[in-house]
């Protein structure tokens, strides 16, 4: 619960004065907040079922049934007994891992992928965006995508990443990698991306999110929430998983590409 609390606090500075108020009241009265109807929490609150219902879109959900949803589920968990043995634990995980990688493979939409593809082909130069625990996969991507004779970087340093952005032009590609979708440095990113014209791809681990909205292609990889007290243990992995289907698909383009010139 601490976490998801976290997660919505990061958007406050981002509000205006009656959304801070409504997120505000969400954060301090959770409990009484999944019991209310918008209509309910408006007259407690004196502000419109419009403010609530644009707050909770503001820090990333459809409207205000989505968020009591998601709120609903971290209030359940955190009532949840902390212990469990450490074998049934392990295999707990282990089942999330396998959960993870299947939900990840039925989505995946083949099309988008090759048009991704198609876009590393296209473009003169690549650069992936990704902080925080998404940045080792940016690098690894970028190292293969290197190594295929690609100029492409993954920059670590979050003021680097914004001169990067503001240098990138329509002949270029950004490929934002983010678990949430909400990173507000990513949102940033891919707001001036998108002022310069840069295609871009995002590759996200949560449905329904802002930087799909920013973004030109779309990816979405299956990753369960899983936090031990403030440390964050989500798995990365589907992520990775879709940038490698991008980059296979991205050589057999190019192969196919060297084998039409050759004949």
Same mark, same amino acid.
């Given at each position: ?5 976290? %997660? ?49 879109? %503001? ?5 205000? !049934?989505?968020?009591? @949803? ?38 995946? +939409? ?8 198609? @876009? ?64 507000? @440095?990513?949102?940033?990113?891919? !707001?001036?991306?998108?002022? %310069? ?18 973004? +030109? ?32 698909? @991205? ?10 010139? +050759? %004949?």
């Amino acid at each position: 619960m601490q976490a998801f609390q976290k %997660r919505l606090l990061q958007y406050r500075e981002k509000l205006s004065p009656l959304e801070v108020q409504v997120l505000d009241y969400i954060l301090r009265h959770p409990e009484e907040v999944i019991r209310l109807s918008v209509e309910e929490m408006a007259k407690k609150i004196f502000v419109s079922t419009a403010t609530i219902s644009r707050t909770c879109r %503001r820090i990333g959900f459809r409207g205000f !049934q989505d968020f009591k @949803y998601e709120l609903s589920k971290n209030i359940a968990q955190a009532a949840q007994p902390p212990a469990s043995p450490p074998s049934y634990l392990l295999s707990q995980h282990m089942e999330r891992v396998k959960r993870e990688m299947e939900k990840t493979l039925q989505s995946i +939409d083949e099309e988008k992928i090759k048009r991704a593809a198609e @876009y590393i082909e296209q473009s003169t130069h690549i650069e992936l965006f990704g902080v925080g625990n998404s940045l080792p996969i940016c690098v690894d991507a970028a190292r293969k995508l290197m190594f295929s004779g690609k100029i492409c970087h993954a920059r670590e340093d979050w003021d680097e990443l914004r001169s990067a952005a503001n240098s990138l032009t329509e002949k270029d590609l950004a490929i934002l990698v983010s678990y949430s979708g909400e990173t507000l @440095y990513m949102l940033e990113y891919a !707001q001036i991306l998108k002022s %310069r014209k840069v295609k871009t791809v995002a590759i996200t681990g949560t449905p329904h999110n802002r930087l799909q909205q920013e973004a +030109d292609l779309a990816l979405h990889a299956h990753i369960v929430h899983c936090y031990f007290d403030d440390l964050d243990m989500c798995s990365r992995f589907p992520l990775s998983i879709i940038l490698d289907f991008i980059i296979i698909t @991205y050589l057999n383009l190019k192969n196919n590409a060297g084998k039409e010139r +050759d %004949r």
